[in-house]
């Protein structure tokens, strides 16, 4: 399919309805993703043993921090292109389209180069088992190399998804994870490569995600086909990326380096932890897939309903998308709940692995759904290019207070289970300051002000 078959304009029309038509897409996408991830999982874990799958987990981290960074501002970026899809303003959709690129490409080579230069020191600092060091570096250091791939390969999703192609990304991804798991099959399971094979692995999938992607925004009949040759930044439309993009990539990063700290207190209480945690991660993905998904509809519904003036449209949303996700996301944390630790033992049969995974599930699962509703809300005020204070507040909530937790009330009772209860305690303290910001903090005249000034500029 070609052309604007493939977009979808949500400025009119049943809100419920097109919530999911931009939903549904982008949770498949997310779940051949995770479902790359538990194959990658069990591939490794059968394949390349304990200490392969667990040095791969213990750079998970170290990934997502910048993956978190970029992710946020392809986020950033997709708002703004978002809105001018709204606004029909046709030559700024190409220039920003042509601009978000040309960042993603920048930001992608300086990551790649910053990850390969400190991988070591970072897992070093994390008090990393050195049993687990090796394969963490072999593994890191694939990964690292192939940032300029990731970058520009979500940020080209992230583009389509402003315009309301939520299909592409999909069967993109699809077909980047058949591949993925051709190549681990090949490089773990037949050379054993394990953790390095992984690593290989990943990268040329990223590599071919990125090519598949670009073709995509080249093929297009519409103002917002990519033309290589224009790939360019343009300083006022950057700017404004920026102004939203930076902030969301930062309350990304900083939120991984709060992970970071929780890595490492998790660390200190050995190999089995350190696997259980990042093993528990995998089992939950499903939550944050769907989760992801209700979030990033939102959002696209709200940039381009503010693009096109629709303000109480946005409000009106958010109510069916907390109905939404307090359904499904609580209804599926149930079940992790039930079933954490047969789960946990498909994937790795040690008794001491299983049990660290379930009881951090068990601490955890029940609040996912605290964490996704503030989301939502969260994705309504993003959506209106409004992303400096919901930042400070995520910051706050979520990260500084976490630091505090782990630096001076873990000391005081230093066991696996005050390590984890901090996750719903800030989750619920971050939840309680975003409604409050979104009832009483007038986010609305923030973003149109910030609108003229860019406008004006």
């Not at 939203?244 to 190999?271: K, R």
Request: hydrophobic share 50%; proline share 2%.
């Amino acid at each position: 399919m070609r052309g604007r078959e493939q977009s979808l304009d949500v400025t009119q029309g049943v809100i419920w309805r097109q919530l999911l038509q931009l939903g549904v897409p982008i949770f498949f996408s997310s779940f051949f993703q995770q479902s790359y991830s538990l194959i990658n999982t069990y591939v490794v874990g059968q394949f390349g043993g304990k200490l392969a799958l667990g040095g791969i987990e213990a750079t998970a981290v170290l990934v997502d921090l910048l993956v978190g960074f970029s992710v946020g501002m392809g986020s950033g970026c997709a708002v703004v292109s978002g809105q001018y899809f709204g606004a029909h303003d046709q030559r700024r959709l190409s220039a920003s389209m042509h601009t978000a690129l040309g960042l993603a490409l920048v930001g992608g080579l300086a990551f790649s180069a910053l990850g390969l230069v400190l991988l070591e020191p970072l897992l070093r600092l994390m008090d990393t088992p050195q049993e687990l060091m090796g394969e963490s570096l072999a593994y890191g250091r694939c990964y690292m190399a192939a940032m300029v791939f990731s970058l520009v390969y979500n940020m080209g999703s992230a583009l389509q998804r402003a315009v309301g192609d939520t299909r592409s990304p999909s069967v993109i991804v699809a077909s980047t994870c058949v591949v993925n798991v051709a190549l681990d099959l090949l490089f773990v399971a037949g050379l054993h490569l394990d953790a390095l094979g992984c690593g290989i692995a990943t990268a040329g999938a990223l590599l071919f995600g990125m090519v598949v992607t670009l073709w995509r925004l080249c093929h297009v009949d519409e103002p917002w086909r990519v033309h290589l040759s224009q790939i360019h930044i343009d300083g006022r439309i950057c700017r404004r990326m920026l102004s939203t993009g930076l902030p969301l990539g930062l309350q990304s990063a900083c939120y991984s380096l709060s992970n970071m700290i929780v890595q490492h207190a998790i660390n200190g209480f050995g190999a089995d932890a350190t696997t259980g945690w990042g093993l528990s991660s995998r089992l939950d993905a499903v939550v944050w897939m769907l989760s992801d998904a209700l979030g990033v509809s939102v959002t696209t519904f709200a940039a381009q309903n503010f693009g096109a003036r629709n303000y109480e449209r946005m409000r009106s949303s958010l109510k069916v998308s907390l109905v939404l996700t307090t359904i499904v996301v609580g209804g599926t944390s149930a079940l992790i709940y039930a079933f954490s630790s047969p789960l946990a033992r498909f994937f790795m049969n040690d008794d001491g692995v299983v049990a660290d995974t379930t009881l951090m599930l068990h601490y955890i699962a029940p609040f996912y759904v605290l964490f996704s509703l503030s989301d939502n809300v969260a994705g309504i005020i993003r959506g209106a290019g409004e992303s400096f204070r919901p930042m400070l507040m995520t910051l706050l909530g979520t990260v500084v207070f976490r630091v505090v937790w782990l630096l001076w009330v873990l000391p005081l009772n230093t066991t696996l289970d005050m390590v984890l209860v901090v996750y719903p305690v800030t989750w619920a303290l971050t939840g309680a300051m975003f409604v409050v910001y979104y009832r009483h903090g007038h986010w609305l005249q923030h973003a149109r002000q910030c609108e003229r000034s860019n406008l004006a500029a």
